[in-house]
């Protein structure tokens, strides 16, 4: 690669991470907005991560190097995972063909480390959480696969940076309607994946419902920083995917982060109006999800 | 136009795939309506060169019969039974939408195995034609409840209407006419059946009925 290219490829990465908390900022107002509240402050998440990282960290004797090592390696992951992504104009920093699998595989390589470390605390309901993070996101991740497959048959590119490009500025003749299934089925997985509420309730903290707020329960001080900014740094991934696939992420920073945010405002809605399903019908919303992929799927196949 | 006509297709399948997973009665025949509304619409869409008034009269009839009055019966014969959903279905709805998929994938392959598939706007008609036939036989075979199984029949219409704009072209008037009224007698005597079944038997659940033949 140039070296041009490196520098402001370099400087998206270092926006998305400045900018990946304020994502639950502006979610936390538009539902403050809803619910006729004041709300908390945009930078709550910047001081709640400040102040978690000044405090020190207990470590239960039953845990082993497995609880210490969860934090970083998510931490890790989330952050390689950022330099596989096209943001505004800017290629990845990394792209290469088949990223996308290399991003699924990142990711996958967080949840598991979240899992075996909320497993290694030998609480029951932390690994109640972590069965049900591994249930759910099976289901989820065909259904991330297929989307960005439908993508890469759609724009013809094996890349994310080649996708996104191409889906901003060349997009294929009436592809609309494959794009619209795309992105919806992008979406639920984003809901799905980042423990938003159709699927799980962030602001909940009653034991027997939570998934991902359970598997963090007994993390303090920087790790908990380390797994809540994991945390964000994943849904401004999943929300860059879902941003590119609608061929925004393409046009330059601004068009950028004006998709984020009203992404951000979007998921707030969401979670304002909707209420969290049961556990047994989540199933059926992933599965629901799979199906609008496979039909896009099925429609870029049959394409003239 | 054909990408309006595309839409409509993709529409239609996403209805096909909603009813399959679906599993509230009120809903369904919400689904239902609105699949039977894009269908009547569609010959003027197919047409657009050459709207006739013949064409928009049986357009408004369709979409008065299937997306007003086949509504109305069925909700009327819904609320005297007193029924909610469709409980434990010989499907289960996630299988259910699986296979749903399956038919459409079969259905692709099918219309490319006919040889009869054309390009442009034929390409999807065909196959969501076919889809939508396999739906409402899906629905029949796999629902308890007669209502559900009166929603199958009503999507099978809808798939053979969609057939019919795509291999024919022009049906009669008298044809086309002629299956509207048999569809409305048929949902009309099927509303009276599914509620003297319910007084009789407290229930429509079909499969208990096997009973009846000793």
């Not at chain 1, 982060?257 to 989540?282: D, F, K, N, Y």
């Not at chain 2, 369709?62 to 434990?88: Q, S, T």
């Not at chain 2, 049906?171 to 009224?181: A, D, N, R, S």
């Amino acid at each position: 690669m140039e070296t041009g290219l490196i520098f402001p490829s370099a400087g998206g990465i270092a926006g998305a991470a400045l900018a990946a908390p304020l994502l639950s900022g502006v979610i936390n107002r538009t539902k403050a907005v809803f619910a006729g509240r004041q709300g908390q402050p945009l930078l709550q998440a910047y001081h709640d991560i400040i102040k978690l990282l000044g405090k020190g960290a207990v470590y239960s004797r039953t845990t082993t190097w497995v609880f210490r090592a969860g934090p970083i390696i998510q931490f890790s992951c989330a952050a390689l995972a950022l330099a596989l992504l096209p943001m505004g104009f800017q290629p990845a920093l990394l792209a290469f063909p088949g990223d996308f699998i290399c991003l699924a595989g990142l990711l996958a390589l967080m949840r598991f480390f979240l899992m075996t470390a909320a497993l290694d605390t030998g609480s029951s309901f932390e690994g109640m959480g972590a069965s049900r993070e591994a249930a759910f996101s099976a289901l989820a991740e065909p259904v991330f696969l297929l989307s960005l497959a439908v993508l890469a048959r759609l724009t013809g590119a094996l890349s994310l940076s080649g996708m996104a490009s191409r889906l901003a500025l060349h997009p294929a003749e009436g592809s609309g309607p494959v794009l619209v299934l795309t992105t919806l089925a992008l979406f639920v997985v984003l809901l799905a994946e980042n423990a938003r509420v159709p699927v799980d309730d962030p602001n909940t903290h009653l034991e027997l419902t939570m998934i991902h707020e359970v598997m963090a329960l007994d993390h303090g001080g920087p790790d908990l920083a380390f797994i809540q900014y994991a945390a964000q740094l994943k849904l401004w991934i999943m929300g860059i995917l879902v941003v590119n696939a609608l061929g925004l992420g393409g046009r330059g920073g601004w068009a950028c982060a004006g998709g984020m945010a009203a992404l951000a405002v979007l998921i707030g809605i969401v979670e304002s109006t909707m209420a969290r399903l049961r556990l047994l019908r989540v199933p059926q919303l992933m599965i629901g999800a799979g199906a609008l992929s496979l039909l896009a799927l099925l429609l870029t196949l049959v394409r003239p | 136009m054909s990408a309006w006509s595309e839409l409509i297709l993709i529409l239609v399948i996403l209805t096909n795939l909603l009813l399959v997973g679906g599993n509230r009665l009120t809903g369904l025949i919400r689904f239902a309506a609105v699949q039977g509304l894009l269908a009547g619409l569609l010959p003027l869409l197919v047409h657009s060169h050459a709207i006739t008034a013949r064409l928009i009269f049986l357009a408004a009839l369709a979409v008065a019969l299937k997306g007003v009055a086949f509504p109305l019966l069925l909700g009327r014969a819904l609320r005297e039974a007193d029924i909610r959903r469709e409980v434990e279905p010989f499907v289960g709805s996630e299988l259910s939408t699986f296979l749903g998929i399956s038919l459409l994938a079969f259905s692709f392959w099918l219309s490319e195995w006919l040889g009869i598939a054309q390009a442009g706007w034929l390409r999807l008609m065909l196959p969501v034609g076919f889809f939508t036939m396999m739906t409402g036989l899906f629905l029949i075979i796999s629902r308890h409840k007669a209502l559900t199984q009166v929603l199958g029949y009503l999507v099978m219409e809808n798939g053979i209407f969609l057939l019919g704009v795509a291999l024919v072209g022009e049906v009669p008037f008298i044809v086309e006419l002629g299956v509207l009224l048999d569809a409305f007698v048929a949902v009309f005597v099927m509303g009276i059946a599914i509620h003297h079944i319910n007084r009789e038997f407290n229930h429509m659940d079909v499969h208990l009925m096997a009973r009846l033949k000793e």
